[in-house]
């Protein structure tokens, strides 16, 4: 678990806080798994953003990114901006294989802008500089959740032309969101070893995100984005995962920072409840009541 600190140190602080508790346990009520205590996670630190030189930023992080994927570990990155899903997605892919890995992306924005304000980096262009580059193919690249007024026309055609395929809150709201995972699902693992999950918290409506630089009305809710990260991490062989976008001087009662917080708690669970069904034993099955396999018939007095 990595943290960046590109515009505001503030950011990796607020939700280290709350992520790293000092028992070292978060049992899932849902998952009925401990993943800080049936993964090993560690906290990586952080790396050092340049102010004023994003290219010596970029490349610091996609070097550290890579080390830990090289070590077969699951790079978690909190942004920052989401300039950091081009050197987080391009670390992990030059250990699984150009090409071999494809992206899963909740974000109200498509971030496949050209050149912004003169630079060939931003968190606007991320996702178009690692198309052109090769990392990730354009069409194993998943976005969910656009919405509002940008990208125009001339950039839509360039993600056509790229064969992505982007699912509109309309579209979601029109077929489901779940009938619209479980179809990106399949086009993420055609072809593809791994899949990258990059996160952008504004993916989620303002009303229950507040704290981010671009907010859209009208997203998903938190409890939709919290149930896709765990299928997501449940269903797919994820390699890596970015959290960006965070911004706590605009937070609210830390409402985003919790957010972003139980958003990596989420993922974690859902990567040890994955590794515990391949293990063997019964599914995970959200039917089962929360107390069922806890009734101790003892402890009636019958006996
Ligand atoms: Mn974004």
């Known amino acids: 678990m990595f943290h960046t600190q590109r515009g505001g140190n503030l950011r990796p602080l607020a ?18 798994v401990d993943a800080l205590r049936d993964l090993r996670v560690y906290d990586a630190g952080d790396v050092e953003m340049f102010s004023g ?26 942004g920052g901006d989401h300039s950091i899903a081009l050197p987080d997605a391009t670390g992990v892919a030059g250990q699984h294989g150009f090409g071999r890995v494809s992206l899963v992306h909740f974000d109200a924005h498509a971030d496949t802008g050209d050149i912004e304000f003169g630079s060939l980096h931003g968190h606007g262009q991320p996702m178009r500089r690692l198309i052109e580059s090769g990392p990730v193919r354009g069409d194993r690249f998943l976005q969910i959740g656009l919405r509002g007024y940008w990208p125009g026309p001339e950039t839509l055609s360039w993600m056509a032309d790229q064969r992505m395929r982007s699912y509109e809150m309309t579209e979601l709201v029109a077929r489901g969101l779940d009938s619209c995972l479980t179809e990106a699902f ?23 995100a507040p704290d981010t630089g671009t907010p859209e009305p009208g997203g998903l809710t938190s409890r939709q984005l919290l149930d896709a990260v765990r299928r997501c991490c449940y269903e797919l ?50 039917r089962q009541p929360l107390l069922d396999d806890r009734l101790d018939n003892t402890s009636f007095g019958h006996v």
């Open 15 to 32: 939700r280290r806080e709350r992520q790293l508790p000092h028992d070292g346990s978060r049992p899932s009520l849902a998952l009925r």
């Open 186 to 208: 399949s086009i993420a693992t055609d072809e593809c070893e791994g899949v990258f999950l990059s996160v952008d918290v504004d993916v989620v409506d303002p009303g229950m």
């Open 237 to 286: 062989p994820v390699v890596g995962v970015d959290v960006v976008e965070v911004a706590p001087p605009y937070d609210h009662a830390d409402i985003t920072a919790y957010l972003g917080n139980r958003v990596v708690l989420e993922a974690l669970s859902a990567i040890a409840r994955r590794r515990r069904d391949a293990a063997g034993g019964p599914p995970w099955n959200p």
């Open 53 to 78: 030189d994003i290219e010596r930023s970029l490349s610091s992080l996609e070097s550290a990114v890579h080390t830990v994927a090289s070590a077969g570990a699951i790079p978690i990155v909190l």
